[in-house]
């Protein structure tokens, strides 16, 4: 019997023994050998389909995403293959741009950019990121790595979570925290329950010169209720993601006032191959010895069965 099929979508040094590998970037004409992979590890994007490719392999047993959120997928997993995301491999990245766009958006970075084009020199007081409190809703990987840096600068921490434990509090005392904090970073997943998170509701309890800011799903925020609230200048934000993503030509976000925007880009940086080889080759390390993965999600699977010519 031949050892199981890995689909990988570059090269990779020291994978364990026991397994075949097949290297191929993923494009439009499908390998022949989709009917022997039993893993397969999707390449690297978002809001990927590729539903039709997992129906055409019919030994496949587990999918290992190099994305954090899995949403793109839900409804696309055949019954019976294991799911697992690319938890850890952004971690570093994305909390690196969180404090990033903390600290522009409350040292006026944005708009020194703009005066320096100007030829102009914006001299004074700016808010400081020394003693403000900061909450973070969702707290996983990525929130842990955000506490992490953000602690050596003087901050106060709150941080919530889908279920409470020690000093992280549960989701429903968002009403409680958000009035108190001077800065709300957003780490959630995108789910049913986190779409639209934050609401008009959410937007107007944050208290005056509050900074918002979205390394998450841009759908966790509903997007006409916060051009509402900047155009105010009550508050400001700084969004990594947005929805829709990304804005078209004339969209409202490109003009809100109190915003800065970067194109999504918490992830792809050079710290992403390094920790994405890691992770693969830990995954498959435990595959070929039988032992349980990590990162095993649950998503809602596929409820056709699968077939030659996938569903439309």
Not at 76 to 94: F, K, Q, V
Not at 165 to 191: H, K, W
Request: net charge negative; hydrophobic share 45%.
């Amino acid at each position: 019997m031949s050892a199981p099929l890995v689909w990988l979508p570059f090269p990779i040094d020291d994978l364990p023994q026991g397994l075949r590998y097949e290297v191929a970037d993923h494009a439009d004409a499908a390998p022949t050998y989709l009917d022997e992979i039993e893993f397969y590890v999707m390449p690297y994007r978002f809001l990927a389909d590729d539903s039709s490719l997992l129906s055409r392999m019919p030994k496949l047993r587990v999918v290992q995403t190099q994305t954090a959120g899995v949403e793109h997928l839900s409804g696309r997993i055949p019954a019976g293959i294991t799911l697992c995301n690319g938890r850890g491999i952004h971690s570093a990245a994305t909390a690196e741009l969180a404090v990033a766009l903390v600290l522009a958006s409350l040292r006026g970075i944005p708009g020194f950019v703009r005066a320096q084009d100007r030829q102009e020199w914006l001299q004074r007081f700016y808010p400081s990121l020394a003693d403000k409190h900061v909450l973070i809703v969702g707290f996983g990987d990525i929130g842990a790595a955000i506490e992490a840096r953000l602690l050596p600068f003087e901050v106060t921490l709150d941080k919530v979570a889908r279920t409470a434990r020690g000093d992280v509090r549960a989701m429903a005392d968002l009403p409680e925290l958000v009035p108190q904090a001077d800065i709300v970073i957003l780490t959630v997943p995108l789910t049913a329950d986190t779409r639209h998170l934050v609401d008009a509701k959410f937007l107007a309890s944050m208290k005056d010169d509050a900074l918002l800011v979205n390394v998450a799903r841009g759908g966790v925020v509903d997007t006409d209720a916060l051009i509402a609230e900047l155009r105010t200048r009550r508050i400001s934000a700084a969004l990594d993601v947005t929805d829709p993503e990304p804005p078209p030509p004339g969209h409202a976000l490109w003009t809100a006032p109190n915003l800065l925007l970067s194109p999504h880009v918490g992830g792809p940086t050079s710290a992403f191959r390094p920790r994405a080889e890691r992770l693969i080759r830990q995954q498959l390390t435990r595959f070929a010895a039988g032992e349980p993965l990590q990162n095993v999600m649950d998503v809602t699977p596929v409820t056709t069965a699968r077939t030659d010519e996938g569903p439309s």
